[in-house]
């Protein structure tokens, strides 16, 4: 009886040693496969942030020769080079909410318009970033604003479509200065009175708690070019 009772003890023992080792390995295959699927979404992670820095690269790289090819084609016609449309789009990213690739290909789009320069220019730039914030659409403000600077006279009324109008002593005024070939007074009247309606809205959106989020991601955007 009692060989039997030790008997009975040691297969105990022997059970329990077997449970103990299938339990370890177990608890080895999980904390493999934990850290296994850890280390597989890290680099799923490293990828797609690889992928997304590539295609900013890309994206700002393209805005950065489209800029630089009209400056070449339209013979430095707005009074700028190239790096220093860069630096403005750069500068104007610090204030806005609007990311400097997407400032240089409002840029270039209005860089097809010779007759709008210098400060006129710099000007209709902004310009185009407030109205953008108002009602969505700086792509179409700045297409607008160019044809109505490039001709104010037959350009004015399209201004309609970004939600701008004037009285009709406004347009005279600037009519008068267009047809005695005076077009860079009637474009800083123009500059003026639109300012007047909209003018520091991207630099007041930018100061709110989302467009401060929205510049933050904007600077990120940037490091991640370069990664």
């Known amino acids: 009886t009692l060989d039997r009772a030790e008997l009975g003890m040691k297969e105990v023992e022997e059970g329990g040693k077997n449970v103990n080792s299938t339990f370890q390995q177990i608890k080895n295959t999980a904390v493999g496969n934990f850290i296994a699927q850890q280390f597989s979404n890290a680099l799923s992670s490293l990828k797609q942030l690889i992928v997304q820095s590539e295609q900013l690269a890309i994206t700002q790289e393209k805005a950065e020769l489209k800029v630089e090819q009209l400056v070449q084609t339209t013979g430095k016609a707005a009074g700028f080079t190239a790096q220093q449309l860069k630096d ?134 940037d490091t991640q070019e370069v990664i």
């Not at 969505?136 to 044809?147: C, F, R």
């Not at 600077?149 to 005279?172: A, I, W, Y």
């Not at 800083?188 to 630099?203: F, H, I, N, P, S």
């Open 88 to 221: 403005e789009a750069s500068r104007l990213q610090t204030l806005t909410t609007f990311g400097d690739e997407e400032i240089l290909d409002l840029t270039s789009r209005l860089l097809t318009f010779k007759s709008i320069q210098g400060d006129i220019f710099k000007g209709v730039q902004k310009l185009a970033l407030d109205t953008g914030e108002i009602f969505g659409s700086a792509e179409s403000a700045i297409l607008q604003y160019g044809k109505a600077f490039e001709d104010p006279r037959t350009g004015l009324t399209m201004l309609r479509r970004v939600g701008v109008s004037f009285t009709d002593q406004q347009k005279e005024q600037i009519f008068a200065l267009q047809d005695s070939n005076r077009l860079y007074d009637a474009q800083a009247m123009l500059l003026k009175m639109l300012q007047g309606q909209m003018g520091g809205v991207a630099e007041r959106m930018a100061k709110s708690n989302s467009g401060e989020l929205q510049q933050f991601y904007n600077r990120w955007g």
